[in-house]
């Protein structure tokens, strides 16, 4: 029965509801790896840890009074507790309808979320699920020839088992202003190196030294917080790429790795679209349809593989697939036919250079529009959210040997790593992930293409910028070259990488960003800005901005 809930103080009412948003997402997170698994190694164990997540689900939406979640996972309940008894088997068919049950219940979910009942129609799928623990015929109507797997890094799928974890659940804003501290202490802490190394006191340096250890250490632990294990997020897949490769006629195995990698919290959350776009591309694009796998040697179950790994304060995101890959002169081919490039344009540019025109907005290769590709958006879009936030990626592809997508992420947005460099009198930062590397250059290592400086680096010719032009500002005497080397950076940007020349680097800081305020707004080519230790003001450039301003 549901609970009356007229009674509870409306505060502590919506605690409970947010707790039951929170750990409902949890439960059908958790279900559909648990069913990919059902339907490739049945067992009795993930029977009943399927069973108890739906009960623990059903339990939670009668005490919030959400009726329909109730009733539809009470439905699941009992057609799994069929399943446990040995009333039902395990087929194609049945495992349909308890994907198509965790997807509306994710749908009411969902609604709940946004303030509303929590309510979808679901009675066409309780009365499929009442004809299947009756023996219907709807076990009789499986989608035959195509098959799903969600495996974890081990060869064979170890079932998942509940773990009793003592936690405490803290509101995501309280852990947030704990990081936005975090960060004003790092930038007294900062200040405080500047002071003690200006006036050489030991004592001084002793106690920076000792704040410095200190602040490493709260951040870390305050970051931890924030932090949730990545298989979170790729979790939410695994019934996406089921269902895309059955509608599309084309076995696919899905491969998690790294799941246990741990990821910022909301870094994870805006990654979701990313990845959609990026599982949609290799389904429809890169893997190729079984007569033709089986032509090229391959098996007729393509892989496609989602893998994370921490590096210090950065997580790398990999997806990849076994398919076609990318060729670069059919979209040189194809950049031309459109008018993006001009032949001779399209013939400068390197294989790399090439095959990053996928992230140009409205690029596309194919021809027929579908409702999953064909309209010229999607490979834009994975880039604009990935620089977003602040991270890079970059493309691995064998032509018929497949494509992975390498993303570079930060574990958090609070706090930023800074390459710090000169321009005549004033100072900049740049962001670390946009820098590749520096140099020492000399005016004779510098070469002119079609009128422009490029600076030959391992064999790929790289364009060279001054970053006092970039600016607007006047040459100054550091920067106009006699001879003498000159720092530079090499920058990564979407159309590949270039090189910018400044008068000094200053070295790498951890900074906190500020945004410009009410009375600048946004200013193109300009992230934010920071305070320095000695308390002057920095600006935080935005590289690939700057250079369309």
Not at 65 to 87: N, P, V, Y
Not at 385 to 407: A, C, H, K, Q, Y
Not at 421 to 442: D, I, K, N, Q
Request: with cysteine.
């Amino acid at each position: 029965m549901p609970t009356d809930l007229s009674d509870f103080d409306a505060d502590l009412l919506a605690q409970m509801r947010d707790d039951f948003l929170t750990e409902a997402q949890e439960i059908l997170d958790r279900l559909g790896p648990l069913l990919t698994q059902l339907e490739q190694n049945p067992s009795p164990e993930i029977i009943n840890t399927i069973f108890r997540e739906v009960h623990t689900l059903k339990g939670a939406a009668g005490f919030m009074s959400l009726t329909e979640i109730q009733r539809l996972a009470h439905r699941l309940e009992d057609t799994f507790g069929d399943l446990r008894a040995g009333k039902l088997g395990v087929t194609p068919a049945l495992i349909d309808l308890a994907f198509d049950g965790v997807q509306r219940l994710a749908t009411m979910r969902a609604d709940a979320a946004r303030g509303g009942p929590g309510v979808t129609e679901i009675e066409s799928l309780l009365a499929q699920l009442d004809a299947a623990r009756r023996g219907g015929l709807i076990l009789n109507r499986a989608k035959t020839g195509q098959r799903v797997s969600a495996l974890p890094e081990a060869e064979a799928p170890a079932p998942l088992t509940p773990t009793t974890e003592s936690t405490l659940r803290v509101e995501v804003e309280t852990v947030d202003e704990l990081l936005a501290m975090v960060g004003e202490l790092i930038t007294s802490r900062n200040a405080l190196n500047a002071i003690a190394e200006r006036m050489g006191d030991e004592a001084l340096r002793s106690n920076a030294s000792a704040m410095n250890r200190l602040t490493r250490q709260l951040q870390a632990l305050v970051m931890e917080v924030r932090l949730v294990p990545v298989e979170r997020l790729f979790n939410r897949f695994v019934p996406v790429v089921r269902n895309l490769a059955r509608e599309l006629g084309k076995p696919a195995q899905l491969v998690i790795e790294g799941g246990s990698t741990p990821f910022d919290r909301t870094v994870s959350e805006q990654m979701y679209d990313p990845l959609i776009h990026l599982i949609r591309n290799a389904l429809d694009h890169g893997l190729e349809s079984p007569a033709e796998r089986r032509q090229a040697g391959k098996p007729e179950t393509g892989s496609l593989r989602l893998a994370a790994e921490r590096r210090g304060e950065m997580v790398i995101l990999r997806v990849s697939d076994d398919g076609r890959g990318i060729e670069a002169a059919r979209l040189r081919r194809v950049a031309v036919e459109r008018a993006l490039l001009t032949a001779a344009e399209a013939e400068a540019l390197t294989d790399e250079q090439a095959i990053r025109l996928i992230f140009t907005p409205g690029f596309s290769t194919t021809s027929a529009i579908t409702d999953l590709s064909g309209r010229g958006v999607g490979m834009d879009v994975v880039l604009q959210n990935v620089r977003r936030l602040r991270g890079s990626i970059d493309i691995e592809t064998t032509p018929g040997g497949g494509t992975t997508f390498v993303m570079e992420l930060p574990l958090t947005l609070a706090i930023l790593h800074v390459l710090l460099a000169r321009v005549g009198a004033h100072c900049y930062a740049l962001p670390l992930h946009t820098v590749r590397e520096t140099l020492l250059l000399t005016k004779e290592a510098l070469q002119t293409m079609q009128r422009r400086e490029v600076l030959f680096l391992r064999g790929q010719p790289l364009p060279v910028r001054r970053l006092d032009e970039w600016l607007g500002q006047a040459p100054t005497p550091a920067s106009a070259s006699n001879g003498h080397t000159q720092p530079a950076i090499v920058v990564s940007l979407t159309r590949g990488p270039e090189v910018l020349v400044v008068d000094e680097l200053l070295g790498k800081q951890q900074m906190v960003i500020k945004p410009l305020g009410p009375y600048l707004g946004l200013v193109d080519g300009v992230e934010g800005a920071a305070i320095l230790p000695d308390g002057t003001v920095t600006l935080i450039l935005d590289i690939e901005k700057l250079i369309l301003a």
